[in-house]
């Protein structure tokens, strides 16, 4: 039996620049885990089968079947790779789904962390993000978690070491948006939608320099998305007025975040956003975190 803990993400910044020619953008992406986790466990069991099994202590249910589900698609990728017999996944969901912090990539990698212990298999980091890249674009990064630089299509990971762990007010919207139209719909005029200096927010963020980092935050993905729902807009307008540095929408939404830097601003802020969509989104989640730095 294995256990594992599955980060959620937010992204500081999310540069997207052109198409390819296997239809996904090129992006520079600054990916940071945050506190916030599914809880996975494992066993192998006597025949072929995947099972999952699921908790949602959050409310909530998958609306797609096991089959498509990327932690039982993890299975059955290890298990074609390497020959091995079926497991028994136990998942708790407690990152919320359609969110925009790769909540089901953090499944799959855990899944491939996972079976790479329980059968002893031995795998590289490399190795493993490679299989990872198969089932989606923020898988490999998840292999590792941390705070890393994503190019390619997201699965180019380049790890960032000693990141300050600056406190993150998440807030899910009840509604999700799809990946796939937020990269279909985003304005992609420069002028009116220009991405970050992916350097300059490093050199920040290693610098433990929060002013200059909040300067390069930004993603453009995120103007079509509120254009689309204008509640993301105001929850991040509302966070901003109730004491976080920065407020943003991360990957392709629903979800803000929030940048605080003492723990009583944090909660304030959390209730004056628990007042706020008490009337305008009672099926909303506002969660209390903080950047994680790698294994
Ligand atoms: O890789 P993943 O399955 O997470 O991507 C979901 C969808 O998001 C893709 O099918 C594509 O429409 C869009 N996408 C993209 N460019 C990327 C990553 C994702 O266009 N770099």
């Known amino acids: 039996m294995v256990e594992l803990k599955a980060y959620a993400k937010v992204n500081p910044v999310l540069n997207v620049g052109p198409v ?6 090129e992006v520079s992406l600054l990916m940071a885990s945050v506190d916030l986790y599914d809880v996975i466990s494992m066993e192998k069991s006597l025949d072929e089968k995947v099972q999952l099994e699921t908790e949602f202590p959050y409310g909530g249910s998958f609306d797609i079947p096991d089959e498509k589900n990327l932690a039982v698609r993890a299975a059955r990728l290890m298990q074609q790779h390497y020959g091995l017999s079926g ?5 708790q969901k407690n990152i919320p789904m359609a969110a925009g912090m790769a909540g089901g990539s953090a499944d799959a990698a855990a899944v ?3 079976m790479d212990r ?3 298999l031995g795998l590289s980091v490399e190795e493993r993000r490679s299989l990872g890249a198969m089932l989606g674009s923020d898988v490999p990064f998840c292999i590792t978690g941390g705070t890393a630089l994503c190019t390619g299509r997201g699965e180019k990971v380049t790890l960032l070491k000693d990141i300050p762990a600056w406190l993150v007010l998440v807030v899910k919207p009840s509604f999700g948006v799809s990946t796939p139209w937020a990269y279909q719909h985003m304005v992609t005029d420069e002028t009116e939608n220009p991405g970050a200096d992916m350097e300059a927010a490093i050199k920040a963020l290693q610098d433990n320099d929060l002013c200059a980092f909040m300067d390069q ?3 453009q993905l995120a103007p079509a998305v509120i254009g689309q729902y204008p509640l993301i807009g105001e929850i ?3 966070m901003e007025r109730s004491g976080a540095e920065k407020a943003m929408m991360t ?3 629903p979800s803000v975040f929030g940048l605080f830097k003492d723990e009583k601003d944090l909660t304030e802020a959390a209730e004056a956003l628990e007042r706020f969509l008490a009337e305008r989104d009672p099926g909303a989640r506002v969660i209390g975190t903080k950047f994680l730095p790698a294994d």
């Open 118 to 120: 329980l059968f002893e």
């Open 20 to 25: 390819r020619e296997d239809g996904y953008h």
């Open 236 to 238: 991040i307008g509302e």
């Open 112 to 114: 491939i962390n996972g």
């Open 217 to 219: 935050m930004k993603n």
């Open 251 to 253: 990957g392709s939404g």
């Open 87 to 91: 497991v028994r996944i136990h998942l």
